[in-house]
């Protein structure tokens, strides 16, 4: 059965095209840097927004058209794996990521459930050895089921803890079993509304606790994938745990997990933080803690979570000019974490979406990688920093002075002239290379 009718394989076509079916900068077999563009941006299909989202918002129903709407939850989940893998071969994509909700429907019972769970998995295997597409990680949802209304990990109630260990304990040995590069912890509910109920204290622990359960049961099976911790601020609860990337290092060092976890980056969480989408991603890069991307956009006006494909060049090449300076994507790769609007509900908006992101991203590589080539701001940093390499500043990298010395040396020789940032200068520098 074909599910997207009428939509051919996606090639790529060249800046001048006027196919809005066809590729205009993702070139996947192009070599930049001395790998190839597929390589260096290793594109996932969300499995939740592409092949489970509805179109459902806080004021309306869903509006999605899709072939399976009608069908009983198991013939449901059956269908969305093969629609999803005619979708990544339509488009190229060689790695997908999924919720353990997504790919098959709750049950009575959570032994009932690992039954459904099991026989999907059983067909996106039979799918991923036909097609060579591959898992890039698995995570569980925690936080949609009523059970979670108080968190998951981080719950008041010691059985829905237990039962979030069971649920992730599945997600991982699936995840295992597709070869998955990755597992990612999303904290969903792992937060607080209100601190006149709330034990920060023993939540904070118990989160900790479960993360290493996470740990040690991964070394028992033999997972040797990398996990992801994915920081949100916000929403859904007003003090999230996992606020941003330094919050969640603090978090990490504090329990001494910081060794098993990098960081899953979000274009829209880091700018729901208040922090840019670089921003995010250098600090994840300085700690060596850079990991992989789900790439989206949110709206300026809006403030809650909107995941929209990404469409914003400039956003794009900082992004990856920071995944080039991390070295690129080991474990990780750019995942679309984005659904179409509640008024795209054709099945061929999906593949306009997926296109604009995957040429924004393309775009955004290559003029990233031309910026690598030409030093052009690395050169800029060197000079603009060049007075810790010589006399007092060498000193004080090298911790050769404290206090004393630098007062004397403050005394005699006062504050030499400071030197323009130029910062518009700069941003015109970047902005020539996007047109170029």
Known sequence: MEFFKGIDKVKYEGVKTNNLL???????????????????????MSYWHTLTGEGTDPFGNATMDREWNEYTPMEKAKARVKAGFEFMEKLGLEYFCFHDK??????????????????????????????GIKLLWGTSN???????????????????????????????????RLNGTGYVFWGGREGYETLLNTDIGLELDNLARFLQMAVDYAKKIGFEGQFFIE????????????????????????????????????????????HTFQHELCTARINGVFGSIDANQGDMLLGWDTDQFPTNVYDAVLAMYE???????????????????????????????????????????KVAAKLIEDGTFEK????RYSSYTTGIGKQIVNGEVGFEELSKYALTNGVKKNSSGRQEMLENILNRYIYE
Not at 238 to 256: A, G, I, M, S
Not at 343 to 355: R, T
């Open 380 to 383: 800029i940093k060197v000079e």
């Open 323 to 365: 995944t080039l300076l991390a070295g690129g994507f080991k474990e990780g790769g750019l995942n679309f974490d984005a659904k179409v609007r509640r008024g795209s509900f054709e099945p061929k908006d999906l593949f306009y979406a997926y296109i604009s992101g995957m040429d924004t991203f393309a775009k955004g590589l």
């Open 102 to 131: 997504d790919i098959a429907p709750e049950a009575e019972t959570l032994e009932e459930y690992h039954r459904n769970l099991d026989e999907i998995v059983d067909l996106i295997e039979e799918e991923m050895k036909r097609t």
């Open 22 to 44: 066809a590729f205009a900068h993702y070139n996947p077999e192009e070599v930049i840097l001395g790998k190839k563009m597929k390589d260096h941006l290793k594109f996932a």
């Open 142 to 176: 925690m936080f949609s089921h009523p059970r979670f209304m108080h968190g998951a990990a981080t719950s008041c109630n010691a059985d829905v803890f237990a039962y979030a260990a069971a649920q992730t304990k599945k997600a991982l040995e699936i995840t295992k």
């Open 231 to 274: 920081p949100k601020p916000k929403e859904p609860t007003k003090h999230q745990y996992d606020f941003d990337t330094t919050t969640v290092l603090e978090f990490l060092r504090k329990y001494n997990l910081d060794k098993y976890f990098k960081m899953n980056i979000e274009a829209n969480h880091a700018t729901l933080a208040g």
